[in-house]
Nanobody, 124 residues
Framework: QVQLAESGGGLVQAGGSLRLSCVVS????????MAWFRQAPGEEREFVAG????????PYANSVKGRFTISRDNAKNTLFLQMNNLKPEDTAVYFC?????????????????WGQGTQVTVSS
């Protein structure tokens, strides 16, 4: 059973930075894409950023483009999300996810494995 575990969340002031990590319990189970999603209270889970395994294609949600950077270390089975210039509207639980598809789709239904989430809170 593949397990994903996020870490790195916390409380930060607006304008600050955080780096999230997601460790996969075993070798990435396929050449599938990975992604970060987030979910604020009362909201739907939304796509933040994705990354392919082979060519590191990295689509971003418009709301985070230019501020967040997704990356992966295949040798260490780890996914990262560097978040800079954080805003209060970035406050949410952040989840990493692995897909059996090679493209990082924005819909949650394309992802098979999920972490438990890590809380990010940005104060104004």
């Amino acid at each position: 059973q593949v397990q994903l575990a996020e870490s790195g969340g916390g409380l930060v002031q607006a304008g600050g930075s955080l780096r999230l990590s997601c460790v996969v319990s075993e070798q990435f189970p396929s050449n599938g894409a990975m992604a970060w999603f987030r979910q604020a209270p009362g909201e739907e889970r939304e796509f933040v950023a994705g990354i392919t395994r082979i060519d590191n294609h990295t689509p971003y949600a418009n709301s985070v483009k230019g501020r967040f950077t997704i990356s992966r270390d295949n040798a260490k089975n780890t996914l990262f999300l560097q978040m800079n210039n954080l805003k209060p509207e970035d406050t949410a639980v952040y989840f990493c996810a692995h897909s059996r598809f090679t493209s990082p789709y924005i819909e949650t239904r394309f992802y098979d494995y999920w972490g438990q989430g890590t809380q990010v809170t940005v104060s104004s």
